[in-house]
């Protein structure tokens, strides 16, 4: 079956650290995977993809993520958090040639300034 | 650029009601997504339409539940009757579909109270 873990549900950092969000995946082929952002009251918000080619993926509002095939991993990064970068994270993917995107529970981020 | 528009916001009804949410793609989006999603978990796709014809839903819940996109362009989810289990955020999600994978834009949700 087809699956997407966020091992964290929530991460907390100071304002100026470097932040993580963690995601493994597992899904049959060549995967294409997605990062969105969830503020209150609101739907979810595109940050990024990875669909092939470099394994460094870089996004909206500074955040980057970076695919690991032999760990089966895409972990979301961003080098200087913000206190606005609070909100729920969810990571999402699909099977290569595949139309259905399974997404995580998701990941709490707290940024306290 | 307008975005996924979604009505109501919120919606409170006692169970065994009827109840139906509305969603209005983005504009030249063909393909159209609902999805479902209880507190604390990630969307589950309730069904997918491409233009007219819904292509995906193994995970829709037939005996209560129905969607429809008569004309290609906005659709209708409709939960009859309702249930205590049902309290959650229905969202819809509508994408290009030109791209393979393409990227799916979230409208911001009806959270379903049933009591």
């Known amino acids: 079956a087809q699956s997407v873990a966020q091992p964290e549900d929530q991460v907390n950092v100071a304002e100026g650290n470097p932040l993580t969000v963690k995601c493994t995946y597992s899904v049959s082929g060549n995967p294409y995977l997605f990062w969105y952002v969830q503020y209150p009251n609101r739907g979810l918000q595109f940050l990024l993809k990875y669909i092939t080619g470099d394994n460094l993926v870089k996004g909206s509002y500074g955040f980057e993520a970076e695919f690991n095939k032999s760990q089966t991993s895409f972990h979301l990064k961003k080098p200087s958090a913000l206190v606005s970068d609070s909100a729920l994270y969810f990571c999402a993917a699909r099977g290569g040639g595949g139309f259905k995107t399974i997404f995580g529970a998701g990941t709490r981020l707290f940024v306290k300034a | 650029e307008a975005g996924v528009v979604q009505s109501p916001r919120y919606k409170i009804i006692e169970k065994k009601q009827p109840v139906a949410f509305w969603c209005n793609p983005i504009s030249g989006h063909n393909t159209l997504y609902w999805y479902l999603q209880n507190l604390g978990q990630g969307p589950e796709l309730l069904i997918r339409?491409?233009?007219?014809?819904?292509?995906?839903d193994s995970q829709l819940p037939k005996d209560r539940f129905s969607a429809e996109r008569l004309k290609g362009v906005d659709s209708t989810l409709k939960i009859q009757p309702a249930e205590l289990g049902d309290s959650a955020v229905y969202l819809c999600a509508s994408s290009t579909g030109a791209s393979h994978p393409d990227t799916q834009y979230f409208g911001p949700g009806t959270r379903l109270t049933v009591l």
């Open positions: 339409y491409e233009n007219e014809e819904a292509v995906d």
